[in-house]
């Protein structure tokens, strides 16, 4: 439970903003383009972040990286609630996002380790509401808060959170899965980083920009990220320890 409730808290954190950033471009005076970096630098950094988590899953016990992502998580929090500018609130912002991006495939992994197999489809069923429920209250929730208090309250609020679920991990959780020391593949990396970070950022400037899809600063990103990913795929298929283990999706089944 306490790391559902970990990554619960992490995931709300993706659109918890949306509603403020008005509040916040007036407190701190920046600009609407450079206001929506909080939002998309969040989804930028998970969406780097998750394939790689597959090789530090393998790399780490489960109660170091859990631990560890939570408190870059709380970190982030802390920093972006005190932020005195823009600056320090990205900053908070990806080290919030870094700790999200670790989380969500832990605990999926975590559940598939431990949970009887014909027990997993109600414990994912779990998972899947929670990743649901989580961003869907977060505008909701952002609206009451700053309605009444400072966009501040919405990093403030969380942190006690972040920090009980730290304490309460430190002290109970339990490894459940087996270390290794896999290769690293530079290669697979910077693919991975290029594919998911360029689809990422190109889907997310189609609302910035005036040019709306047709423009380069879209076009260009979405398509580079589509060859990275094409090669990296290739690449995972080939490889004796793949980064991301994508032979799975050979079976029928499992794809079905």
């Known amino acids: 439970m306490v790391m559902i409730l970990g990554v619960f808290v992490a995931i709300l954190n993706e659109t918890l903003l949306n509603v403020a950033l008005s509040k916040i471009m007036d407190d701190i005076g920046i600009s609407p383009s450079k206001a929506q970096w909080l939002a998309t630098g969040y989804l930028l950094v998970i969406g780097v972040l998750i394939p790689i988590t597959a090789f530090l899953i393998q790399r780490f016990t489960t109660r170091a990286l859990f631990l560890s992502a939570m408190g870059l998580f709380a970190l982030g929090t802390l920093a972006a609630a005190i932020a005195p500018g823009f600056g320090l609130l990205l900053v908070g912002r990806v080290l919030q996002a870094a700790g999200t991006g670790l989380l969500f495939p832990l605990l999926t992994n975590v559940v598939l380790s431990v949970?009887?197999?014909?027990?997993?489809?109600?414990?994912?069923?779990?998972?899947?509401?929670?990743?649901?429920?989580?961003?869907?209250?977060?505008?909701?929730?952002?609206?009451?808060?700053?309605?009444?208090?400072?966009?501040?309250?919405?990093?403030?609020?969380?942190?006690?959170?972040?920090?009980?679920?730290?304490?309460?991990?430190?002290?109970?959780?339990?490894?459940?899965?087996?270390?290794?020391?896999?290769?690293?593949?530079?290669?697979?990396?910077?693919?991975?980083?290029?594919?998911?970070?360029?689809?990422?950022?190109?889907?997310?400037?189609?609302?910035?920009?005036s040019g709306g899809w047709g423009s380069n600063e879209v076009l260009w990103p979405i398509a580079i990220g589509v060859v990275a990913l094409i090669l990296f795929t290739w690449r995972q298929l080939r490889l004796a320890e793949p980064l991301l283990d994508l032979r799975t999706f050979t079976y029928k089944v499992f794809r079905m």
Do not use: Q
Not at 128 to 135: K, L, S
Not at 148 to 170: D, E, K, M, N
């Open 115 to 209: 949970v009887a197999i014909e027990k997993r489809g109600s414990a994912m069923g779990t998972i899947g509401i929670v990743i649901t429920f989580a961003p869907a209250i977060g505008p909701t929730l952002s609206g009451i808060v700053v309605e009444h208090f400072s966009w501040r309250a919405l990093f403030y609020g969380v942190l006690p959170i972040a920090l009980f679920v730290i304490a309460f991990a430190y002290f109970r959780l339990k490894n459940v899965t087996e270390t290794s020391r896999p290769r690293v593949d530079v290669l697979s990396l910077l693919l991975s980083t290029c594919g998911f970070g360029g689809i990422v950022f190109g889907f997310s400037s189609a609302g910035e920009g």
